[in-house]
């Protein structure tokens, strides 16, 4: 989850949103890309993003999560993991983002060398009660090879 501030740029899923809020955070704040990089990262038996990619490491600082998502996918290749799909879901009221979602899904499967058929993304709302922040959880099916 990443709290909605002005003066940011609105990155979801590796693609900028046109909107009058951004996300907050360190890197470029891609909450679905670091959803998914931590399904990744667990899946693999690895530590999670913020552990690995700190917001104290200034080498972070405004790095597009399409590079941090790319650097997980190489530590699960390492361990001889490769991804069968990827399933997401992003919570945000504002703005609708139903029109992005196969750009999205380009991206992330360009980044983990699978099939756009292969990478799923959803959007939901809170119904109105959340308009502070967007969500994203993700999980992903993996195998050892």
Known sequence: MHRLVSNRKLIIGGVHIPSSKGLSGHSDADVL???ITDAILGAAGEPDI????????ARFKGVSSLQLLKSAY???KSKSVSI???????????PKIAKYKNLMR????????IGVDCVNIKAKTR???SNKAVEAYAVTLIKKI
């Not at 913020?50 to 490491?57: K, N």
């Not at 799909?85 to 992003?90: E, H």
């Not at 380009?106 to 060398?113: A, D, I």
Request: no cysteine.
């Open 84 to 94: 069968i799909n990827v399933d997401a879901v992003i919570i945000i009221e504002k």
């Open 74 to 76: 190489s530590k699960a």
């Open 33 to 35: 890309l670091h959803a």
């Open 127 to 129: 119904e109105g009660l």
């Open 50 to 57: 913020g552990e690995l990619f700190p917001d104290t490491d």
């Open 106 to 113: 380009k991206k992330v499967s360009t980044v983990l060398g």
